[in-house]
């Protein structure tokens, strides 16, 4: 495989890690040092460090039952970014997002990620 090749498919095996809820396949994509950065001023904003906390974050978001709609997976000859269109609603609140979540990969696992959002304002009022 090539490292374009290597990339897609760990941006494949965490999209999908993240859509079903396994966390131990999360887990088993990340450096034990991973951080995760969130925009916004909300309960999943800020950053995540270490693996089990980025786990924790990936429960966090996932709990307010998301839908992670995949648009694209896109590489580079070292990182990996998936385009996502985020979907929910609870109660009257509805959250309708465009993200890039960009994995900065290290020896084919994530080292780090930090999400890009089109709607901050939103997932701030989601996020509570």
Not at 1 to 19: I, P, R, W
Not at 64 to 75: E, T
Request: with cysteine; net charge negative; glycine share 8%.
């Amino acid at each position: 495989m090539t490292v374009y090749e290597d990339n897609y498919s760990l941006g494949k095996q965490f999209h999908a890690a993240l859509a079903t809820a396994d966390w131990d396949a999360i887990r088993s994509l990340l450096h034990e040092d991973a951080t995760w950065e969130l925009p916004g001023d909300n309960t999943i904003s800020g950053m995540a460090h270490g693996a089990d906390g980025v786990v924790e974050r990936a429960r966090k978001i996932a709990g307010y039952g998301l839908n992670f709609a995949l648009l694209h997976i896109l590489v580079s000859p070292r990182n990996m970014a998936l385009s996502l269109h985020n979907t929910a609603q609870r109660g009257d609140l509805v959250l309708d997002e465009h993200l890039s979540t960009v994995c900065t990969v290290r020896d084919g696992k994530i080292a780090a990620i930090e999400t890009y959002l089109s709607d901050v304002d939103g997932m701030n009022a989601f996020f509570v």
